[in-house]
């Protein structure tokens, strides 16, 4: 299974199983033949990064396969931008080890195969969308023959074609977010680090930068995507840590994160006399009005709790069973730190 740790919280490091999918130039996803074994997308043991008094990341072991888009939660400091950062050779760690793409951070040749669109920036004003797309050509190095062809194809991934030659003075925040993006897949990355992507961007470019991470994806690319906003970490990620206080939390699938925390709503028009003394063998229970919830309960165990409550003499009248959502798990954990 796929894991993030903080040294701190469990001590745990995980690298098995990593899945043989495709990031660019390393070979076709789709020919079904055996493929090499490859190293993750990123791997990190004990990475940690202290400012002065403030801990920002305690001892990071992370590890992220290829191809997989994970996803980074966290509360405003919990030092997701700057894990980013350490992995991108931007900060320099002050303890542990990470390695990008098989090769250790920083590496110049690695750091052409990576995307970045970061949190804060700000383009030179008096440059237009295709000129800043240049500039970066020129700084990623890409032969120059192919630059105006990444440039438009980069351009129309994020819908910014008609814009192309507009000064980036005269763009909204969400068309500097998209810009931004543009500069990020220019020379088709093999990992891209998106650091909160569609801050700045209305639903429609929200909606719009999922496509494009689920198209990245589709594309062998791995994603590392920092983000507040859960319902877009539920719709995208196959993979998930939380951070707090610099420290991982949790981490795993989604539905690892919240499979276990499922509850079910009960509504009986019969009820048996003393039937609530079995529930606690379920999980947690409470009554509201005519409607009795039991929370975490295991859900291949409602048709049993069912059973008890009929055998019991008892009538139900409807059984709802609802998981938690993301949000409701992620201010649990963070309740629990
Ligand atoms: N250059 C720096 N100098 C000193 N402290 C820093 C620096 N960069 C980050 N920090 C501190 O490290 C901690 C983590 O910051 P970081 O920016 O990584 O958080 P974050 O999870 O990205 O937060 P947000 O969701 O607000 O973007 C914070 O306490 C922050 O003040
Ligand atoms: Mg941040």
Redesign the pocket.
């Known amino acids: 299974m796929w894991q993030a740790s903080s040294a701190e919280s469990d001590g745990l490091v995980a690298a098995g199983g990593v899945p043989q999918a495709t990031a660019p130039g390393e070979g076709a996803a789709t020919t079904g033949s055996p493929r090499p074994s490859v190293s993750p997308a990123i791997h990190t043991l004990g990475l940690h990064k202290r400012?002065r008094r403030?801990v920002?990341v305690k001892s990071l072991s992370v590890s992220v396969g290829r191809g997989e888009i994970f996803g980074f939660l966290?509360?405003?400091?919990?030092?997701?931008?700057?894990v980013i950062k350490m992995l991108l050779g931007l900060v320099k760690p002050t303890a542990g080890e990470a390695m990008v793409l098989g090769a250790p951070v920083g590496d110049r040749r690695t750091r052409r195969r990576i995307g970045y669109l970061p949190?804060m920036f700000r383009f030179q004003p008096w440059l237009t969308a295709a000129e800043v797309l240049r500039l970066h050509c020129r700084l990623l190095e890409l032969p120059r023959p192919s630059w105006e062809q990444s440039i438009s194809e980069s351009l129309e991934t994020v819908g910014l074609a008609e814009r192309a030659g507009d000064r980036v003075a005269g763009f909204s925040k969400g068309m500097q977010q998209r810009l931004g993006l543009g500069v990020a897949l220019l020379g088709g990355p093999a990992l891209v680090f998106l650091d909160?992507p569609t801050s700045a961007l209305d639903p429609v470019g929200r909606h719009h930068v999922r496509q494009i991470t689920r198209d990245l994806r589709e594309r062998g690319v791995t994603v590392f995507l920092?983000t507040?906003l859960l319902a877009e970490a539920e719709q995208l990620c196959d993979r998930v840590a939380v951070?707090d206080k610099g420290a991982v939390v949790a981490s795993g699938s989604l539905s690892e994160l919240l499979g276990r925390h499922s509850r079910v709503r009960l509504k009986l028009s019969a009820a048996p006399a003393g039937w609530t003394t079995g529930l606690s063998a379920f999980g947690a229970w409470r009554t509201e009005g005519e409607w009795t919830t039991v929370e975490g309960v295991d859900p291949d165990a409602i048709a049993d709790l069912v059973n008890l409550i009929v055998a019991g003499g008892g009538r139900v009248e409807a059984v709802i069973p609802e998981h938690q959502n993301l949000e409701e798990r992620f201010l649990e954990l963070l309740q629990e730190k």
């Not at 966290?74 to 700057?82: D, L, W, Y």
């Open positions: 400012y403030t920002a966290g509360p405003n400091g919990a030092g997701k931008t700057t949190e909160e920092n507040h951070l």
